[in-house]
């Protein structure tokens, strides 16, 4: 009877130990760095190798379990086609230059040729390759990447983040900060003022502020039997066209996919489809005197084309409204919306294939593609990456305005070039009546008259940096200071790559000498940026 209770005892006292070993409060780690960047998108990537190429101690802290954004996240058909490439140097040139190295010692020929910067042909690639290349260049440079860790708090002393901590107990401690996030958490937990959405257009005079109506207005009714707004409208008013709003330009999937049949894999059945849902849609066919296909498809190598959301097209890959509320979010409610745009898509691949009112020849196009078997196969083969086209924007010691990109392009404290063109896809799709449906919030394409490019201008490091007495050690490369129509030219990866190269050299600057961000000399900073290859004045 004694030994029983005996082995009863130090049975319930090996439990307790077991449950106090495995408590996440003793798993806990403390990271400390000179640099913490929190964000493994493709500017967290470049600010990760900017400051560790500045012999800054570096840790790239991601809260997803995917590294790199979009660029390995299938949006494979670079943006830079529509910038100056003189303008795009340092490891935004070096990555493409180490994948087209990577398809030649495979014998396989690109159309393009990264080292002549006057040809503007598309640089393209496979999601596979970027994210191989990505992790050589991340080892090369000893940094240190860590994933899912998500950010829960921030701590601060008096102006100065001291540390953050994430969802597993974590503690990330650094002398400089770097938020590489799309949403700008990092900044958002700092006490750093923020906003989101769009401005109205007396409050930096901007003519492509408020709301924005250059798509042509479809001859259909928005809305049902009883008068109420079919799916996929987002509002009957879509309020004074002079004000501003919430409204968050379009998010979508860029997704890899092939019609080669040994690499396809069939598109996976939505957790359920309603053909109701597309009502609008059927009645956009019906009066359609030309239709098209609704996605853009962009060639890649391998066989394989970038799927994106069509900013000319009425309807596309792009959730219109399902993006609002992204960014204010918490883990529960992303993973919730970015299932909403997979089902969206997965949805609207179904009726495009299958539906009687889609033009049989598109039909057909459409439903010959499919993922590839040798992309994303931990997911599915689905992008891990939603398309986070724009989420807050700080307001810093420099707000980016619309006179800054088309006007006033110089800046006396350059840190990047930039030149993409103004360019919003939409943000609401309204019924006008009982006879009228437009889409609201495109900013159709603002470029240099005959060219394919944006107008150049200098992106000025008060942009990245916080007002003084917000916050002395954080820079803020994607969610930088800017209004809505500034952002729709700065908002592609070849710019914020270029912005977080910049920034993660100021953070390594600053992590040694201990000055708050907005004290850094620009003439220092500059030194360091063309030793790293930036290109920083305008010809």
Same mark, same amino acid.
């Given at each position: 009877?004694?030994?029983?209770?005996?082995?009863?005892?130090?049975?319930?006292i090996t439990? %307790?130990?077991?449950a106090?070993l495995?408590?996440p409060?003793?798993?806990a780690e403390?990271?400390?760095?000179?640099?913490i960047?929190?964000?493994?998108?493709?500017?967290?990537?470049?600010?990760?190798?900017?400051?560790?190429r500045?012999?800054?101690?570096?840790?790239?802290?991601e809260?997803?379990?995917?590294?790199g954004g979009?660029?390995?996240g299938s949006?494979?058909?670079s943006?830079? &086609?529509?910038?100056?490439?003189t @303008?795009?140097?340092g490891?935004?040139e070096?990555?493409?230059l180490?994948m087209?190295a990577?398809?030649?010692?495979?014998?396989?020929?690109? +159309?393009? #040729?990264?080292?002549?910067?006057d040809? @503007?042909?598309?640089?393209?690639y496979e /999601?596979?390759?970027a994210?191989?290349v990505?992790k050589a260049?991340?080892?090369?440079?000893?940094v240190?990447v860590?994933?899912?860790?998500?950010?829960t708090?921030a701590?601060? #002393?008096?102006d100065?983040?001291?540390?953050?901590?994430?969802?597993d107990?974590?503690?990330f401690?650094?002398?400089?900060?770097v938020?590489?996030?799309?949403?700008?958490?990092l900044m958002?937990?700092?006490?750093?003022?923020w906003?989101? !959405?769009?401005?109205?257009?007396?409050?930096?005079?901007?003519?492509?502020?408020g709301?924005?109506y +250059?798509?042509?207005?479809?001859a259909?009714?928005?809305?049902?039997? &009883?008068?109420?707004?079919l799916?996929?409208l987002?509002?009957?008013d879509a309020?004074a066209?002079?004000? $501003?709003?919430?409204n968050?330009m379009?998010y979508?999937?860029?997704?890899?996919?092939?019609?080669?049949?040994e &690499?396809?894999? /069939?598109?996976?059945? +939505?957790?359920?489809?309603?053909?109701a849902r597309?009502?609008v849609v059927?009645r956009?066919f019906?009066?359609?005197?030309? +239709?098209i296909?609704?996605?853009?498809?962009?060639?890649?190598?391998?066989?394989?084309?970038?799927?994106?959301n069509g900013?000319?097209?009425?309807?596309s890959m792009?959730?219109?409204? !399902?993006c609002?509320?992204?960014?204010?979010a918490?883990?529960?409610g992303?993973?919730?919306?970015?299932?909403? @745009?997979?089902?969206?898509i997965?949805?609207l691949?179904q009726?495009?294939t299958?539906d009687?009112?889609?033009p049989?020849?598109?039909? #057909?196009?459409?439903?010959a593609?499919?993922?590839?078997k040798?992309?994303?196969? =931990?997911y599915g083969?689905?992008?891990?990456?939603?398309y986070?086209?724009?989420?807050?924007?700080?307001?810093g010691a420099?707000?980016?305005?619309?006179? #800054?990109v088309l006007? &006033?392009p110089?800046?006396?404290?350059?840190?990047?070039?930039?030149?993409?063109?103004?360019?919003?896809?939409?943000?609401?799709r309204?019924?006008?009546?009982?006879g009228?449906?437009?889409n609201?919030?495109?900013?159709? /394409?603002?470029?240099?008259?005959?060219?394919k490019? $944006?107008?150049a201008?200098?992106?000025?490091?008060r942009?990245?940096?916080?007002?003084?007495?917000e916050c002395?050690?954080?820079?803020v490369?994607?969610?930088?200071?800017?209004? @809505?129509v500034?952002y729709s030219?700065?908002?592609?990866?070849?710019?914020?790559?270029?912005?977080?190269q910049?920034?993660?050299?100021? %953070?390594a600057?600053?992590?040694?000498?201990?000055?708050?961000?907005q004290?850094?000399?620009?003439s220092?900073?500059? =030194?360091?940026?063309?030793?790293?290859?930036?290109?920083?004045?305008?010809?």
């Amino acid at each position: 009877m004694l030994s029983l209770t005996r082995h009863r005892f130090f049975r319930s006292i090996t439990c %307790a130990l077991a449950a106090i070993l495995i408590s996440p409060a003793l798993r806990a780690e403390t990271h400390t760095a000179d640099v913490i960047v929190y964000g493994a998108t493709p500017a967290g990537f470049c600010a990760a190798i900017g400051a560790a190429r500045e012999g800054a101690s570096v840790i790239l802290v991601e809260p997803s379990a995917h590294i790199g954004g979009v660029n390995t996240g299938s949006l494979c058909f670079s943006d830079s &086609n529509q910038m100056f490439r003189t @303008h795009l140097k340092g490891v935004f040139e070096e990555f493409h230059l180490r994948m087209e190295a990577d398809y030649k010692s495979r014998g396989v020929q690109l +159309p393009y #040729d990264v080292s002549v910067k006057d040809d @503007h042909k598309p640089w393209t690639y496979e /999601p596979h390759v970027a994210t191989r290349v990505q992790k050589a260049m991340l080892d090369e440079a000893k940094v240190s990447v860590l994933s899912k860790k998500v950010l829960t708090s921030a701590k601060k #002393d008096g102006d100065k983040l001291t540390s953050f901590t994430t969802k597993d107990g974590d503690t990330f401690s650094a002398k400089a900060f770097v938020d590489a996030t799309y949403e700008g958490d990092l900044m958002a937990a700092s006490g750093v003022t923020w906003v989101i !959405g769009r401005e109205g257009r007396k409050e930096f005079n901007e003519t492509y502020a408020g709301k924005q109506y +250059p798509k042509k207005p479809m001859a259909i009714s928005g809305l049902d039997a &009883n008068g109420k707004l079919l799916p996929l409208l987002t509002a009957n008013d879509a309020g004074a066209e002079e004000e $501003g709003d919430k409204n968050v330009m379009v998010y979508s999937f860029r997704l890899c996919l092939t019609t080669k049949a040994e &690499n396809r894999v /069939p598109f996976p059945a +939505p957790a359920k489809y309603d053909p109701a849902r597309f009502e609008v849609v059927r009645r956009y066919f019906a009066q359609e005197k030309k +239709p098209i296909l609704l996605w853009d498809l962009y060639p890649l190598p391998g066989d394989k084309v970038d799927a994106n959301n069509g900013i000319g097209k009425q309807f596309s890959m792009g959730l219109v409204g !399902g993006c609002n509320g992204w960014s204010e979010a918490d883990e529960a409610g992303r993973a919730r919306i970015w299932e909403e @745009h997979k089902q969206y898509i997965l949805e609207l691949y179904q009726f495009l294939t299958t539906d009687p009112a889609v033009p049989q020849n598109l039909r #057909d196009q459409l439903a010959a593609y499919g993922l590839c078997k040798d992309e994303f196969a =931990e997911y599915g083969h689905w992008s891990p990456q939603l398309y986070v086209r724009e989420g807050r924007r700080m307001r810093g010691a420099h707000v980016l305005t619309q006179d #800054d990109v088309l006007k &006033n392009p110089t800046k006396e404290d350059s840190i990047a070039l930039a030149s993409f063109p103004i360019d919003s896809h939409d943000c609401q799709r309204v019924a006008r009546g009982n006879g009228e449906v437009i889409n609201e919030g495109t900013i159709f /394409p603002v470029r240099v008259p005959d060219t394919k490019r $944006g107008y150049a201008y200098q992106i000025p490091y008060r942009s990245i940096t916080p007002k003084t007495g917000e916050c002395s050690n954080l820079l803020v490369p994607v969610a930088l200071s800017s209004t @809505h129509v500034a952002y729709s030219s700065v908002r592609v990866e070849p710019c914020w790559m270029t912005i977080g190269q910049s920034a993660g050299i100021a %953070a390594a600057m600053v992590g040694k000498s201990g000055e708050p961000v907005q004290k850094l000399e620009y003439s220092k900073l500059r =030194e360091r940026l063309l030793a790293q290859k930036q290109a920083l004045d305008l010809p």
